[in-house]
């Protein structure tokens, strides 16, 4: 069993749509998706409609998430955590216990760009184009993994 959380500030936005497309591409059921926040401001919120929107709009159901916290515990229950951003990557490693830990910590987009360290931007404020920038790149982030752990 492979098991791989998506990491993102909020959870409502980029990362509850990374963990719907990767888990719509994932063939057997040897892999556990999940997804989680650094900060908690949106705890047991569901995904932000504009995310839930653009999911759908590609056959994807991501309405019944709801948003949690990162907690150190992650570490211990995840193989991969893919981080959004570099922000994210910093909050993320600031709570790895050891080496083991850290080394878990991947931003999504190297698997597309490697060793780019570029960042899925925080479409949280803007508009719809954000949205759809950001499935795109995490569509393209998740195709990559998939083929990796299918
Ligand atoms: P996310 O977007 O990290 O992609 O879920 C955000 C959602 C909410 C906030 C920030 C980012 N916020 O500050 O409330």
Same mark, same amino acid.
């Given at each position: 069993? +492979?098991?791989?959380?998506?990491?993102?500030?909020?959870? $409502? %936005?980029?990362?509850?749509? /990374?963990? =719907?497309?990767?888990?719509?591409?994932?063939? =057997?059921?040897?892999?556990?998706?999940?997804? !989680? @926040?650094? @900060? /908690?401001?949106?705890? @047991?919120?569901?995904?932000? +409609?504009?995310?839930?929107?653009?999911?759908?709009?590609? =056959?994807?159901?991501?309405?019944?998430?709801?948003?949690?916290?990162? +907690?150190?515990?992650?570490?211990?229950?995840?193989?991969? $955590?893919?981080?959004?951003?570099?922000?994210?990557?910093?909050?993320? $490693?600031?709570?790895?216990?050891?080496?083991?830990? !850290?080394?878990?910590?991947?931003?999504?987009? &190297?698997?597309?760009?490697?060793? *780019? &360290?570029?960042?899925?931007?925080?479409?949280?404020? #803007? #508009? *719809?184009? =954000?949205?759809?920038?950001?499935?795109?790149?995490?569509?393209? /982030? %998740?195709?990559? $993994? /998939?083929?990796?752990?299918?």
């Amino acid at each position: 069993m +492979t098991k791989v959380l998506m990491v993102c500030l909020g959870n $409502i %936005c980029r990362s509850p749509l /990374a963990e =719907g497309i990767l888990k719509s591409k994932i063939l =057997g059921s040897n892999v556990f998706v999940d997804s !989680a @926040g650094t @900060g /908690a401001y949106h705890v @047991g919120e569901q995904p932000d +409609t504009r995310s839930i929107a653009i999911a759908n709009s590609k =056959g994807i159901d991501i309405a019944d998430q709801k948003a949690r916290k990162f +907690t150190v515990k992650d570490f211990d229950l995840f193989d991969v $955590i893919y981080v959004m951003d570099n922000s994210n990557y910093k909050n993320v $490693i600031s709570l790895a216990r050891n080496n083991q830990d !850290a080394s878990k910590v991947k931003l999504i987009l &190297n698997e597309v760009f490697p060793n *780019e &360290n570029l960042d899925v931007p925080d479409p949280y404020y #803007g #508009g *719809e184009f =954000g949205f759809k920038n950001v499935y795109n790149m995490l569509n393209e /982030a %998740c195709e990559v $993994i /998939a083929k990796k752990i299918n």
